[in-house]
């Protein structure tokens, strides 16, 4: 059986990693305008990797929880796959194997200029002075609003491949990513984790909703698919 998670900021915000979408439309004091587009490093390049060293700091400064480790311990019996919305290593640090990031890593610094020269940062700050092998300035891997998502492709295959797709912490309003659910194939079975879980308005498909944060909804999950194994 394949199982393929498709996690979004919810199953962070449990280990105490702060939202993109909080009510007041600013993530840590700040527009997403002022951090988060291409437009914003060539204007204020400082403010920009300042911001992020904090979030990859941050990162540091907290741990998986029991969503991230249950997802990794299914691996001992099926074959799972995690697509993942968010930026942290969580989910590597709880142990899953293959995790496949839509829209970058905080832990990864990448050339301004060309595609695919990557720096692990091994938990370091970008500097401004911080220059890619092409002599680019360093940048956050990090997709920002208003850029390609490179590898949606390659969701897209595992997502098509799923017997089971368990959505995990997502409004699923950001898009391309939130199309990856019409990939399934005909007889995918769906679940949709989230306390505020609806079934999306355009689906035609059965897709089981359990209303529960990520810790809490993905034990429910495998009590399910232990009752339909048995």
């Not at 590597?92 to 990557?118: F, I, W």
């Not at 680019?136 to 609003?145: A, D, E, G, M």
């Amino acid at each position: 059986m394949n199982i393929v998670f498709f996690t979004g900021a919810g199953i962070s915000a449990e280990s105490g990693i702060k939202t993109f979408r909080d009510a007041d439309g600013l993530w840590e004091d700040h527009s997403i305008y002022e951090v988060a587009t291409p437009e914003a490093f060539e204007r204020n390049p400082e403010l920009v990797l300042e911001f992020y060293n904090q979030r990859r700091r941050q990162m540091y400064e907290v741990e998986p929880n029991k969503a991230h480790v249950a997802i990794a311990k299914m691996q001992e019996e099926f074959q799972v796959d995690v697509v993942t919305q968010n930026v942290d290593n969580l989910h590597e640090r709880a142990g899953c194997k293959n995790v496949l990031h839509l829209h970058g890593e905080l832990d990864k610094g990448r050339s301004s200029a060309v595609d695919g020269h990557y720096v692990d940062l091994g938990g370091k700050a970008i500097q401004p002075e911080d220059r890619a092998k092409d002599g680019s300035r360093l940048r956050p891997h990090v997709v920002w609003f208003g850029e390609a998502v490179p590898a949606i492709e390659a969701a897209a295959v595992k997502i098509q491949n799923a017997d089971v797709l368990v959505i995990v912490g997502t409004s699923l309003q950001v898009y391309p990513a939130a199309g990856l659910i019409h990939e399934t194939k005909a007889n995918c079975n769906l679940y949709y984790i989230d306390p505020k879980a609806e079934i999306p308005a355009e689906l035609s498909r059965h897709i089981e909703l359990i209303n529960e944060p990520a810790v809490q909804g993905v034990q429910t999950f495998e009590e399910i698919l232990r009752r339909k194994l048995i």
